[in-house]
């Protein structure tokens, strides 16, 4: 296993923590940006060389802020694009490369291999207070089911997952930022441990799901309220109207 990460001591904090539950785990550190195109593939291929072919890669770098879109700079719009969007491109494709080289390398078929993205349930719907965010999930999901379709031939696996919030660090510093609109929607879906977050995206990749919801409101999200869009904006709308007061 090796992990891929901004920050040097956090990532030798997980590192601890993985060892602590696992003594037998191999864990290698690679400190870089995702938003480095060019640092993202060297530090893939030093992947390689620690721990050997990599055939279960997890692109699950991200950022969120909230607020009015007239309060944001256009800055924040650029960032969250860059780390959540492009962060996961850098990744995906020479994952995808190597992937696929391997698989027509050994002459005996597809070896396969499988890239799991790590969207949100704010990439299914857009909300009020999330214009900067919801926008950068929405198009992972069109790069996840392009490449879904570009990687079949050679058995490479993609995969999607929708989280709700998730209780990190990062959602206590977001939830001070949001209108009242957004935190009123958002309290009615609760949030999640990551462990229990994490453990659901793993059984929908070994379950071979492309689009792994997590939780019956990313569920409903995904599968119902397309076939009755217009009552979930009336909903909508009713909560915010009730927010703003």
Known sequence: M??????ASRLADASEVLRAEHPEARVGLVALDVADPVA????FARAERLAGPVDFAVACAGAARAGRVEDLSPAVFETLMTVNYFGALNLARPALAAMRGRSEADGEGPRGGRILFVGSAAGLMGLPGYAAYAPTKFALRGLAEALRIEAAPE?????IAHPPDTETPQLVAERHERPPELAAIAGTAGAWRADKV??????????GRFDIPVGATAWAMLRLAPAVRPLVDVWLARVAAKARG
């Open 40 to 43: 993202v593939a060297a530090g």
């Open 198 to 207: 994490a453990e659901a995206m793993l059984r929908g990749v070994a379950r």
């Open 2 to 7: 090796t992990l891929l990460a901004r920050d």
């Open 155 to 159: 058995g490479v696996g993609i995969h």
